[in-house]
């Protein structure tokens, strides 16, 4: 029974993994793409695009979505470039770190 235990432990968190590496950060770029729409301040009606007023928020909100995705992006690829050299990413530190295996 302790391992049935165990193997749904395990099962939870690579879904909770693949829920916010796999389509998290997706969610965050269409966000941010989004975000940048609202920023612009246009309407379309009909086909029709009217200006209305801009929001600078939506642009900071934007961007800042964006780096979050960049910088996932690059600690993915330092992970998987690490452990080919020989490295393991580590993460007690405030920042990320690499140290010899």
Same mark, same amino acid.
């Given at each position: 029974m302790h391992n049935l235990g165990f193997a749904l432990d395990g099962a939870w968190q690579v879904l909770?993994?693949?829920l916010i590496l796999g389509a998290?950060?997706?969610i965050l770029f269409?966000?941010?793409i989004r975000s940048l729409a609202w =920023? &612009?301040?246009g309407v379309t009606t009909g086909g029709v695009t009217t200006e209305?007023?801009?929001r600078p928020i939506g642009a900071v909100v934007g961007y800042a979505l964006f780096t979050v995705v960049v910088?996932?992006?690059l600690l993915g690829l330092t992970f998987i470039? =690490? &452990?080919g050299f020989g490295y393991k990413l580590d993460f007690s530190h405030i920042y990320p770190t690499l140290i010899a295996k």
């Open positions: 909770l993994a693949g998290g950060l997706p269409a966000l941010g =920023a &612009s301040g209305g007023p801009r910088v996932g992006v470039v =690490a &452990s």
